[in-house]
């Protein structure tokens, strides 16, 4: 198979890969404050785990700017996060 290499030609894409990042409203939490991520079906276990990964990574990008330490838990209607610190 033979290769061309043209120029000139804008990629499709603007280089970025992977999903925009869910956006949580950690920066507006106090101490003590919460919210639920609402699910149909919490004994599901794998739609539980991707939303707590998906917190993770929201966490850890608040955490590059300020401080905070959060808790999760499912709860009846989905998982709640709180902010403890």
């Known amino acids: 198979m ?3 290499i043209e120029s000139g030609i804008a990629p499709t894409s603007g280089g970025k890969r992977g999903r925009k990042p869910t956006e949580f409203p950690l920066e507006q939490m106090a101490v003590g404050d919460s ?14 785990e991707s939303w707590r990964r998906k ?5 850890k990008r608040f955490n590059e700017q300020f401080e905070g330490k959060f808790q999760t ?11 403890t610190e």
């Open 2 to 4: 033979a290769f061309v």
């Open 35 to 48: 919210f639920l991520i609402e699910m149909d079906d919490t004994t599901a276990k794998k739609t539980v």
């Open 55 to 59: 917190f993770l990574v929201a966490k």
């Open 73 to 83: 838990a499912v709860v009846e209607g989905g998982l709640r996060v709180w902010r």
